[in-house]
């Protein structure tokens, strides 16, 4: 019997993923809201998006035996919502926010693993006694902000000054609206205790500095189990909080994966987060060899699908549809082309400026050819400004990704410069 699947932002690269999983050969995918609106706007009506879905949903005429999707909010927080109303299988709402909400996250894990998280408060960005408040939380500098509702490494900041929190908050003012709204459409809808219900959708979160090798662990939880399948490197350009590239397997030893998979065991199974996928980011200390981790996502990473798929044989897509449809993951390992897989991030670090020039549809593909199995994606078009980007950090922009494997990691590096050797980008109006 056919089973259909709904997609949440179903776009065509990932539509062609995912008929390269196992056992979809029975399984029709159905898009569900568009990319654009899930992912390229920095706008999210999450009630009419809701609406919207549910239309779809009510309009179909057949089975609806999976509601799925791999980006972050606001998509994440929508599934729980979606799935509840129709049936079909997911985290509840309220475990899925001690996840996304920050505050909450933090809460829960100083509760059952207190060695492995940071000193933390929340602060209302609004409030201008905030920076004494967290001084009274025991927070000094440096520390680091971030929106309640962090999404990516959007309005994340380093603070070692009163002037870099003057900076913070005035760009969080700003900007904070279009993550507080939609997250408090969200917040509305769930059973939430008292002291985090006061901790609104505009809040943020200030807490220590924390750092070493950064690494994100991917798992699942299916019927109560917690599964952990693969580590990934999370690589920093030098001096900055800029991502380089993503790099699997993980370089870190074996002990420190270890102790990185069991903590993601003691955690998920504390929140009773459960038939769905996850990713926790971590930091290595390997100075003082103390693990912090960082943050838990509710959805598999979608920057790492074609690393799994390179270097295990399948898009990690296959534990999300497969916990959708209420079946155990069948996730390879190591059966794929490639021993080390990458995503790299070619960057420039401006305030803003205006792309003068970017290669052609046909130089990206001669740059491809560069390196068998090579995929770039750029996210740029002559005359655009850099801040029309969605999902950026605050210290840089993504103008390009590039997605490759290889036999080693140095291979792949060189593989790397080869191929940004043919592609060719200008900017104007830059402010610096």
């Not at 995912?18 to 609106?37: I, M, N, S, W, Y």
């Not at 179909?60 to 979606?82: E, H, K, N, Q, R």
């Not at 100075?287 to 920057?303: C, D, H, K, P, Y």
Request: glycine share 6%; proline share 5%.
């Amino acid at each position: 019997m056919t089973k259909n699947v709904f997609v949440v932002g179903l776009n065509d690269l990932n539509a062609e993923r995912l008929k390269r999983l196992r056992g979809v050969e029975d399984v029709v995918f159905h898009p569900l809201l568009t990319p654009a609106q899930v992912y390229e706007t920095q706008e999210f009506d999450i009630p009419a998006m809701l609406a919207e879905a549910e239309a779809t949903l009510d309009a179909f005429d057949g089975s609806i035996d999976a509601i799925v999707g791999y980006i972050d909010f606001p998509v994440s927080t929508m599934l729980p919502l979606l799935c509840a109303k129709y049936g079909t299988r997911n985290a509840s709402l309220e475990s899925l926010l001690k996840c996304e909400h920050k505050f909450w996250s933090r809460s829960v894990m100083a509760e059952v693993i207190p060695d492995h998280t940071p000193n933390f408060t929340a602060f209302d960005p609004f409030d201008d006694d905030a920076l004494s408040r967290i001084g009274e939380a025991g927070l000094r500098f440096p520390f680091f902000v971030k929106p309640i509702k962090s999404s990516g490494s959007r309005l994340g900041f380093r603070i070692d000054s009163p002037e870099d929190f003057d900076y913070a908050t005035e760009k969080l003012r700003a900007e904070i609206g279009s993550i507080s709204e939609p997250f408090n459409a969200v917040l509305d809808q769930a059973d939430l205790p008292q002291d985090i219900r006061k901790v609104e959708g505009h809040y943020c979160m200030a807490e220590r500095v924390i750092g070493g090798r950064q690494c994100t662990v991917e798992g699942y939880v299916h019927d109560g189990e917690v599964t952990l399948y693969g580590t990934v490197d999370s690589i920093r350009y030098p001096q900055v909080l800029s991502f380089f590239y993503y790099l699997y397997p993980s370089m870190l030893p074996r002990r420190v994966q270890d102790e990185m998979w069991e903590i993601s065991r003691t955690i998920m199974t504390h929140i009773g987060y459960d038939n769905a996928g996850f990713n926790i980011e971590y930091f290595w200390d390997e100075v003082e060899n103390r693990i912090w981790l960082l943050e838990i996502n509710t959805r598999i990473a979608q920057s790492h699908c074609d690393l799994f798929e390179m270097v295990d044989g399948v898009s990690h897509q296959q534990v999300t549809v497969d916990l959708g449809l209420g079946r155990k993951p069948d996730m390879p390992h190591r059966e794929g082309s490639q021993k080390v897989a990458a995503e790299f991030f070619y960057r420039v670090f401006f305030e803003d400026a205006t792309v003068g020039r970017a290669p052609s549809r046909a130089e990206v593909e001669v740059a491809a050819e560069q390196v068998e199995g090579t995929r770039i994606v750029s996210n740029v078009t002559r005359g655009m400004k850099l801040s029309d980007l969605p999902e950026q950090d605050a210290y840089s922009y993504a103008v390009a990704s590039v997605w490759m494997g290889a036999r080693t990691p140095s291979k792949l590096l060189w593989n790397y410069e080869q191929v940004m050797k043919r592609l060719n980008y200008e900017f104007t109006d830059i402010l610096d």
